[in-house]
């Protein structure tokens, strides 16, 4: 069974500062995607990384995809309350369309 | 554009009672995954189909859960008969393959809320 650790689980900061969360396995994955929910909604797509050392920037968000295809990142810098939300990693096999999930990182900015 | 629709929003039922939940795809995607939400267990992949066609449903917890799609526009899961332990919140998701790129976009929908007392 191919999985997903995401950590941490949880954390609470201050509005300002910056984080970093990880979502890591063991399987190599054919592209690696981050997904952010809020709370009574689906989750929405952030971004896709498919190559190796790939690094994606969203504003404040900067995406990395690890240079073996196993492991990911998203650095938040300068966090605000409105980044709040449960942060999930996705993935798919090589070939494959199944697509699974991380148990998430659930993010509380602080104002 | 209307996203992935799923009913009922909400649903309480008593344990034992046959569920149905509903799905209506983004019109176009020829993939359509269901997945499970709660706070123990995350977001678990349940059952895909591809073209209508079901393609892996190993994530399916026991022969208590179906799920069906009889046409591109719409697919239905049924648990029957319900148990406390399937209180979730139940997402549809569709997307489209492009080509070979192995990164396609999956919608959710705003999920069905299921508590079985």
């Known amino acids: 069974t191919q999985l997903l650790e995401q950590s941490p689980q949880f954390l609470s900061i201050q509005e300002g500062e910056n984080l970093t969360v990880y979502c890591n396995s063991s399987?190599?994955?054919?592209?690696l995607q981050w997904y952010r929910q809020e709370p009574g909604e689906g989750p929405v797509l952030l971004v896709t990384?498919?190559?190796?050392?790939e690094v994606k920037k969203l504003k404040r968000l900067t995406f990395q995809f690890g240079d073996a295809r196993k492991d990911s990142s998203l650095h938040i810098t300068a966090a605000q309350p409105g980044d709040t939300g449960l942060y999930l990693c996705a993935a798919r096999n090589t070939g494959g369309f199944k697509t699974i999930f991380g148990a998430g990182t659930r993010l509380f900015v602080k104002a | 554009d209307a996203g992935v629709i799923q009913s009922p929003r909400h649903e309480v039922t008593e344990m034992g009672q046959e569920v149905t939940l509903r799905c209506k795809p983004i019109s176009g995607h020829d993939y359509l995954f269901w997945y499970r939400q709660t706070m123990m267990r995350g977001l678990e992949l349940l059952i895909y189909f591809n073209n209508n066609v079901p393609i892996d449903d190993s994530g399916m917890p026991e022969d208590r859960f179906s799920a069906k799609m009889p046409n591109a526009s719409f697919s239905t899961l049924k648990i029957q008969p319900s148990e406390p332990r399937d209180s979730a919140v139940y997402f549809c998701a569709s997307s489209f393959r492009s080509g070979g790129f192995p990164g396609n976009t999956i919608y959710f929908g705003e999920g069905s809320w299921l508590t079985v007392v």
């Open positions: 990384v498919v190559t190796g050392g």
């Open positions: 399987s190599v994955f054919s592209s």
